[in-house]
């Protein structure tokens, strides 16, 4: 019982740490059509997040995986019923992911052209239905007791979903653009300022619309009317985004970043403490949501990875930071490796 | 109560056929860039160590040479890994739901323990050559070649439990059956296991040695970066020596386990249909499945099969006849599979003998430059047929002897299935010949000249 709530939770800790972490690779991904106005903007981009995108999407992975080790009932169901959405965000990922290392291999337009569209269309594309995912899964999806989707993609593609898509795509810009104010400098630095200047407003506003909405759409806030004192985590998220501009005024941009940072991982947890103790609720009877309560791996297996995690995430955490921080200067043309 | 669902209509079979192509699409193009990834990574680690040992600019040389054919080769295989973590849930949920508690636990391991720590270091290294002191920068390659490995490891693991599954017990959990683990320690020591994890990671240098040895050939052919290309050769010799021959003894360890444990591989590999004492053993054959008997058998050798098992030539091995109709794996496949794995394996351990004798006059012998240049893609094709053996002689099981193929599949459309199949063709196989074609191309170009000359 306190182990299924324990990795309920710890499920929700590792997609917030990849929305945290690759968030930012993705918005960089997403502002680079239109921020990369010259091959030198490109390659500076493509250099900012380049030492560390790698290991931020194995946050991903890590994220999947635990799914299926500790609720493998979850991880089944979800991803076969997300089936089409899902390959969608795996091709994404994958033309991005050769995007960098291949751009650089040949100098014909037709070939660095080809991987800057990939750059774009495989940061935006998960951006996007990651949010869209989220958001259904919070809505709950038409499920069947036998864990079969009566639906199709476009079921996903209602109004409260394409929010969730839209609300994602819009804080990891930001997140990006972010990153970009710490690891660019000059022209570039500038244009990434205003980008988060611009884009702060609407993330506020499709931020606030979508935490209303969900009130309509969903049954979220049931575990916050039970227990009010959780108001306090939506609530962070708002003020972590409030510090964004404020610290954006002032130029800390790290800590701005850091802002925005704490804000999607509070915002994830917002989503995350309505589902509890559901992990895919269905939206047809209450009696066929998967919940961490009976769709969970045995006792021995939670212990034994509760260990595993225990002792691994703060050692990757640790070896991570160091990257972070050997990876924090200005990229400038003589850095350029990609 | 979400499991043990049945598939209605005559959508099922479709789905079974056309999940299975798809996993092994998705599984066979990514395992033609992982053992390279394995191999060099250390070839290219030790290459690195020298130069930070000795300030020998050849070997820095030869570390970004090597270094940027391995990173096109792992950029490849990085993101064609991804998809497998996330496809038994896509395609074979019901597979998913059964083992998870199991399996899952060792993809999850395999992640936290491994692939983050290759991933960040690889990271580091790539973009950390004016960052990092020169020993530290090769200590990251170190890590990465470390975890690299590793994590093939605990991919091996996993795929063992499927195919000899120990250390759980079958319970009645949210209202259908499944596998939960009793003995974490047996999972992860079991003899199955470690046996494929040797024969995989040494396998793995032996394909990376041929593609150090061939390119180099390719360079000395032309007579040109001769000391690097000397040195490169002679460095992937001596391993490339070393591991075919443990691949070819371990193999035999190895085949005599899989005997044991799953003796209807055995039989196919064999086309061996009696059960009989002095079982032979046959350099060709053919199956006739539905006469249960080879329509072709040459060169035939009496009791070779029960001696390589049994070390004894009169002890009866089982035959594919005392195996049902309906749990016997393709037999034309894994046969002829086992037979390209093992002939090629032969001549690996022959070539770089040979070389051992020529290492001291490579460029006398052009001839053995040019058989090492054809030889690169031997390996490729050794290691794809170990991994069909495995894997096809595995079926018609998904976990052996507990849970079948055809049981496994998720409640998904074959139209689904179908579309994913044909996108997983056409983007894999873009990115195979961009990629393969950018390996070539940047192995051609050969390294960059010495700062002195440029």
Known sequence: MELQ?????????????????????????????????????????????????????????????????????????????LYTPLMFILFGLIIRGVSFEFRGLSESALWKKTWDVSIFVGSFVPALLFGVAFANIFMGLPIDGKGILHGNLLTLLNPYGIMGGLLFVLLFMQHGALWLCIRTGEDLQVRAIRTVRM??????????????????????FANYLATPILFAVPVLAVCAFIGVRILLGKARYFAAWGMSAAGIVATTFFGVIGLFPNLFPSSLDPAY?????????????????????????????????????TFRFKVEKEDFTY | MHRSLSLEGGDAMDVVLLSRLQFAATTMFHFLFVPLTLGLSILVAWMETRYARTGDETYLRMTKFWGKLFLINFAVGVVTGITLEFQFGTNWSQYSAYVGDIFGSLLAIEATAAFFLESTFIGIWIFG???????????????????????????????????????????????????????????????????????????????????????????????????IFTRSFRMALVPGLIFSLFVAIQGDFHAVDVAHTQPAKMAAME?????????????????????????????????????????????????????????????????MAFRVMVGLGAYFIFACALGFFFRNRLMEKPWYLKMMLFS???????????????EVGRQPWIVYGLMKTTDAVSPVSGGQVLTSLIAFVVVYGLLGLAGFTMIAKKAMKGPDLPKAEA
């Open chain 1, 5 to 81: 709530v324990i990795w309920f939770f710890l499920w929700g800790l590792l997609w917030a740490a990849f929305f945290m972490t690759d968030g930012f690779d993705l918005g960089v991904g997403t502002l680079y059509p239109f921020l990369g106005r010259d091959e030198t903007d490109k390659r500076k981009m493509i250099n900012a997040i380049g030492p560390l995108w790698d290991g931020n999407e194995v946050w991903l992975i890590t994220a999947g995986g635990v799914t299926f080790a500790a609720f493998p009932l979850v991880y089944a169901t979800m991803f076969s019923s």
């Open chain 1, 199 to 220: 884009l702060w407003p609407i993330v506020l506003v499709v931020l606030a619309v979508f935490v209303v909405a969900s009130a309509f759409y969903t049954d979220l």
């Open chain 1, 289 to 325: 949501s998967l919940s961490a309560m009976n769709a969970s791996s045995s006792p021995l297996t939670l212990t034994i990875m509760l260990w595993v995690v225990a002792f691994l995430v703060p050692l990757v955490i640790a070896y991570q930071a160091w990257a972070y921080y």
């Open chain 2, 129 to 227: 050559w004016k960052r990092l002191s020169a020993k530290v920068h090769a200590g990251v390659m170190w890590m990465v070649a470390i975890a690299g490995n590793v994590s093939a490891i605990w991919i091996l693991i996993a795929n063992a439990w499927m195919q000899h599954p120990v250390g759980y017990t079958l319970r009645e959990s949210f209202g259908g059956q499944r596998a939960e683990i009793t003995d974490f320690m047996a999972v992860i020591t079991q003899k199955f296991a470690w046996l494929t994890i040797m024969h995989t990671l040494a396998a793995s240098i032996v394909l990376a040695c041929f593609f150090v040895m061939g390119i180099s050939a390719w360079h000395l052919l032309k007579k040109q970066h001769e000391e």
């Open chain 2, 271 to 335: 086309f061996h249909w009696e059960t009989q004492p002095s079982a032979p053993s046959y350099v060709f054959a053919w199956p006739d499945p539905e006469g249960e008997k080879n329509s072709i058998e040459i060169g035939r050798i009496p009791g070779l099969l029960s001696f390589l098992i049994h070390h004894d030539f009169s002890t009866p091995v089982i035959g594919l006849k005392d195996i049902p109709k309906d749990e016997r794996p393709p037999i034309a496949l894994v046969g």
């Open chain 2, 376 to 390: 690169i893609p031997l390996p490729y094709i050794a290691t794809q047929a170990g991994w069909l053996v495995t």
